[in-house]
Structures are given as structure tokens and as C-alpha cells.
């Protein structure tokens, strides 16, 4: 499974339709936690508001779009109905107990263009299943709604909150390294779908 990876084999199962990336599991102490960020005007933070689901699915659809990512999950961010399938599955367990009350939306103007999913396992830890924020809202807005759910969760009694990200995603995985998670591991994943000439060059702030 590990040779899979290097960049030679990675390369010639890429031709006949097969990805196999890194991903890193990381975890972040709360206690530990930077200073929550603001957010610029006319941005605000609010929590689950599940009619708004099929919005936040497209969201997701576009925040991912074109990156490593949704080649990756294709099953879920090739089409906002995969994304919407991701929430409901989320909703229902799949990723632990899912904490309505943690997981918050980042609004413009009233509109969603961002959100972090949030699940609570085992012992007093929280897993983020999803951050995104739409290409035109990037730049501090990714960090400051990450930072205000570290922050949330940590009054909430948790202890830690981990993550996977896709190690090629240099621009999350930053984010992520700056507000203090650490890797604990580290997997490889194939997922097959249809060959592209190219690969995707720029990537959101996103775990999947």
C-alpha cells in the first residue's frame, strides 16, 4: 500500500485513472489555542442552521471545485448533491456524533459562503469533518472561523480536536500547522476516478 505513493507508481496509476495521495491526521491541543481572529465587515459566524443545508452544499461544490480534494471525493464534491449527501450522513453519524452547536456558517451579507462541520468522538475530542469557504471570501475569513470553532469547542469542555488533511493541500495544511495542530499520523489514500491532463494547482482551506 505505502509504495503506492511514491511519485513514480502515483504517476503511472494517475494515467489508467487511480489517485493516491497523503493524507495526515493532526490534532490540536486546546489549551494551547492562538487568539481568536475578526472578522472583516460585514462578516459574521452563527451556528447549524440546518434549513440552510442545500445552500451550504453548494457551497461546498464550489469551494472545492477543481482541487485535489474533490478528485479525491469525488463521491461527495463533484456535484452539490454529493455535498448535501456528505451533511446528511454527517447529521446521522458517520464521522461521530454530530455537534449542531459547534458547527457554524460563515455569512456575507446574510448569504453563506463558508462552514466548518464539527463531530464529536470518543473521550472529550471533536473532529472537523469539513472547512470551506468559497473562493471570493478566502483570505482571514478561513481562519477566523476556524479559530472561533477551536474556541467554541474549547468552552464546550473538549480537549482536543483532530483532523485529515490531504498533504499536497499546502495552503490547509499551513492554516492548520499556524493555529497550532500537530500531525499524529499519516495514510495513503487511492481513489479512483476519470484521468485529468492536469493537476489542480490551487487549493482552499478544506478537510474532508
Known sequence: MFLLCTPA????LER???????RAS????LGRLPPRRL???????????????RDVALVDHRAFRGTLDARLYREYFSTPQGCERMWREAIEGKFGRFDPFRTLLLLHEGRVCGDVMVSARHGREAFIGNLAVVPEHQGRTGSALL???LWRCREAGYERVSLAVTEE????YSLYERVGFVVSARFPLVARCPASPSRAA?????SG
Open 39 to 53: 472578522l472583516p465587515e460585514q462578516y459574521r459566524i452563527v451556528e447549524w442552521q440546518p434549513h440552510r443545508r
Open 202 to 206: 490551487a487549493e482552499i482551506p478544506g
Open 147 to 149: 479559530l472561533e470553532c
Open 16 to 22: 489508467l485513472g487511480f489517485l493516491c495521495r497523503w
Open 9 to 12: 507508481v502515483s504517476q503511472r
Open 26 to 29: 493532526m490534532t490540536v491541543d
Open 169 to 172: 493541500n499546502r495552503r490547509a
